[in-house]
């Protein structure tokens, strides 16, 4: 039987959450090392030595193999999160259409984020927040199941909300971490299309390279590769998120495509117009 408190001379643990299945106990702990170190984790009767010396130990079952009891309490949980967040959000009627994210599934995505903050069990081993545990809490949520791509344009909408921002770097995939504007970038990482106008070069970047507001960014290069000219236009429509973030991939909405091709061709009669002026620049 798992302790509600435990101490040795390395660690203390305190149980907050339990589980039982088939009369074996999961339990949520939070463990606090003596050097004041913090980690919250799950174990089951497994990490319960016969041996009295060595105790109860909260990081693994005696023969260093999580039992099945641990991923069915996982799968419980979620389950229980889920059900919480139907009943409170009804999202039963979402609907995946895009480019609509309702408030409510917005809501719901941050409400997971921020009980994570708090250190509260949604499921997975620790409290670690990845979007796949999103996911598949929120799967079970929603009649019509959710996709990855529907859970990131979320919380690239939360991103620009201020809200929320996913982590940088193979460390951090899909993780979300406290708003930090430093994830804002200013400079354009790649063209959503390029052409040629003439002896002109002309690229337009996409929303998704990090403007903020988000925006189209259409820029004029003459022969000698001089930025001779620049339009922006703000878009209306979050972007779907992709998972390539190639370009070609991206899927905006018809009337913000529709406003860069007409903003592409009063440039392009820009190019006509002054194209000797811009050649000498």
């Not at 994570?116 to 009649?143: C, D, F, P, R």
């Not at 990090?210 to 960014?217: C, M, T, V």
């Not at 070609?248 to 190019?271: C, F």
């Amino acid at each position: 039987m798992l302790p509600e408190t435990y101490a040795c001379e390395y660690y203390d643990a305190q149980l907050l959450n339990k589980v039982i299945i088939d009369g074996h106990e999961v339990g949520y702990f939070k463990v606090i090392a003596k050097t004041d170190y913090v980690e919250y984790l799950l174990a089951c009767d497994c990490c319960i030595s016969d041996d009295k010396d060595s105790g109860f130990n909260p990081w693994g079952s005696v023969n260093g193999k999580r039992c099945k009891y641990i991923y069915g309490a996982m799968a419980l949980r979620r389950y229980e999160v889920a059900q919480e967040l139907r009943g409170k959000y009804e999202l039963d009627d979402f609907e995946l259409k895009f480019p609509y994210i309702s408030d409510a599934f917005k809501d719901a995505v941050f409400e997971l984020f921020t009980r994570s903050q708090n250190n509260e069990w949604l499921g997975g081993h620790t409290n670690y927040l990845s979007g796949t545990l999103v996911s598949a809490i929120l799967k079970m949520a929603v009649e019509f199941g959710v996709d990855m791509e529907t859970i990131w344009t979320c919380v690239h909408i939360l991103e620009r909300e201020g809200k929320l921002a996913s982590g940088t770097g193979s460390a951090y995939a899909g993780i979300l971490v406290p708003y930090d504007k430093r994830h804002k970038r200013k400079n354009p990482e790649y063209p959503y299309l390029e052409k040629e106008v003439s002896s002109f070069k002309v690229k337009v970047f996409s929303p998704l390279s990090g403007f903020d507001p988000l925006e189209w960014l259409i820029q004029v290069f003459n022969s000698q590769g001089k930025n001779v000219y620049e339009k922006r236009i703000p878009i209306e429509y979050i972007p779907k998120w992709t998972a390539s973030r190639g370009a070609k991939d991206e899927n905006h909405h018809p009337v913000d495509i529709a406003r860069m091709n007409l903003g592409l061709a009063e440039t392009e009669d820009k190019i006509w117009k002054n194209s000797i002026e811009w050649s000498k620049v």
